[in-house]
């Protein structure tokens, strides 16, 4: 199931998760595949905004959308202590 959060209506939420969950998938192949590590956080870039998915286990991930200009490096930077803190309880 996904849960969200929103504090702008316009995105949906559902479509994003199941959609950026299969490019998810194949960036860790594709990393695999050239050893290049685990993938921890993917950024991409829209015409609009910018969406930062985090890695959060194998099996979950957390996705903050920004518009431009809104700082997504604080973002990304807020995103991985929270993903910190939900691993935590997942794996507790």
Do not use: F, P
């Not at 209506?9 to 969950?21: H, M, N, P, R, T």
């Not at 809104?70 to 794996?91: P, R």
């Amino acid at each position: 199931s996904v849960q969200q959060y929103c504090v702008k209506a316009g995105y949906d939420i559902e479509s994003l998760a199941i959609e950026y969950g299969k490019v998810i998938d194949e960036i860790k192949k594709a990393a695999a595949l050239l050893n290049l590590g685990s993938v921890d956080e993917v950024l991409v870039r829209a015409a609009e905004s910018d969406i930062i998915i985090r890695i959060v286990t194998a099996e979950y991930y957390m996705a903050l959308v920004v518009r431009h200009g809104a700082g997504v490096g604080k973002a990304g930077y807020m995103l991985k202590k929270a993903a910190s803190k939900v691993k935590s309880e997942l794996l507790a």
